[in-house]
């Protein structure tokens, strides 16, 4: 076992974990920070990105050791101090961007990540970066409503409610 | 996983060094590596990480070339190169998500050949230098079929060098569910010839379109290859595509990199 230290959500932690120990599991299973979702574990869902020193990594496909020292953002990092939902969580909800909420961490994650190099990104833009982020249920133009809603622009063009 | 160490070296020497342990292997970006660890399918007892060894991150320009370290990520690669080399620069742009080209690497990509991969396309495509710990590989020498390259046992890339095209495009034919190349062509165009890259396509890996690189030398556009056609033989053919259509996409691809280059 070996010791790591980062900052996870503006806290400094710590933990032992073995070579093999993955940041995901580092996260759910020994700070308990369970927000972090594994939805396949083979790198296909992105239901486990988390932000390392600001960007956006799948958390399954990369070692705790790795992170070591780094500051890392997860999804319970995202509320607001007062605990009320941040502007990209709550237009997941006014948009209905969510149903089963499996996909909906990693979805945010992306989504901040995005809106922090692309302030105003268009609909294309925000489909592309979602790539990587699989959702079963909402067949997406909710999830994409919600971030440009995010990004205060009109969503009155993009299909479908 | 098995169990396994992971060391964290901060040069190329130490991280040649750890590597000359039995058993270990280099990880870096782990995108590849760490699917491949959870399968069981490799079993080392020490990763070597490559993240943190400086001397191996960045991009430099010199004297029409352009020079990317080893464990520079897709990320970077695509930010910063975009005014050097723009076809590379869009070439991984359009790796995977962002999340995967945030820890992916060049050197990660062209040591693991996988025969659907894009960066072996550009550096075959451009006659690129493959750059280790120990000498330097011409493309050309170093693309060995899928999955094999010249690199011997625990030798790492340090860096690639590209020279820098007249007018250059890479077209990637998406395999939706892997976001890899179901067939990607990189067309270049140098003072002294046309190279052409294809990968996806065949069971032998990455490899060069010379019909194609004769008639584009010559004459510059989409129409010069109009009449030549691709063989089927030794194509992939899977579930995704028979090699029959696969060989349908390599010329598709090629016009359309022709088309867009600049
Ligand atoms: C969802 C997803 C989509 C992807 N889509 C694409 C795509 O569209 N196109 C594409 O080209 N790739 C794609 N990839 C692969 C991605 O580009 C990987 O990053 C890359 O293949 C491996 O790079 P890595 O740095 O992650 O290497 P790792 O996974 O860490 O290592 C891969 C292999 O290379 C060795 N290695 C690593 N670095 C070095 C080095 N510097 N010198 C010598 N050996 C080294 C390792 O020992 C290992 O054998 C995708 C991956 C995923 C998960
Ligand atoms: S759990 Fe990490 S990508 Fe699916
Ligand atoms: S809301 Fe169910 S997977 Fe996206």
Redesign the interface.
Known sequence: M?KVTMTVNGKSVSGDV???T?LSSFLREDLRLTGTHIGC???QC?AC?VHVNG????S????A??A?GADVTTIEGQANADGSLNTIQQAFQDHHGLQCGFCTPGMVM?AA??LKDNPKPSEAEIRE?L???ICRCTGYHNIVKAIMAASGQDVSAIAAE | ??????E?PASVADAVAALGTEDAQA?GG??TL??T??QRLAAPS??V?L?GVTEMQGVASEAGNIRIGGATTH?TVASQVGGTYPALADLAANI?????R??GTIGGSLANNDPAACYPAAALGSGATIITNKRQIAADDYFQGMFTTALEEGEIITAVSFPVPEKANYQKFVQPAS?FALVGVFVAKYSDGVRVAVTGASNEGVHRWSAAEEALSGNFSADAIADLSVSADDLINDLHGSAEYRAHLVKVMTGRAVAAAM
Not at chain 1, 60 to 63: P, W
Not at chain 2, 1 to 6: P, Q
């Open positions: 070996t073995e070579g093999r993955l574990d083979t790198s992105g990105v960007e956006a990594v799948k399954c496909a990369m070692f050791l790795e070591d992306s990540a995005l970066y790539e990587g982020n | 996983m098995y169990a396994f160490d992971i964290r990880l782990g995108q760490i699917p660890l959870k020490r990763l990480s993240s990320a995977g998500d962002p999340a995967v945030n820890r976001r």
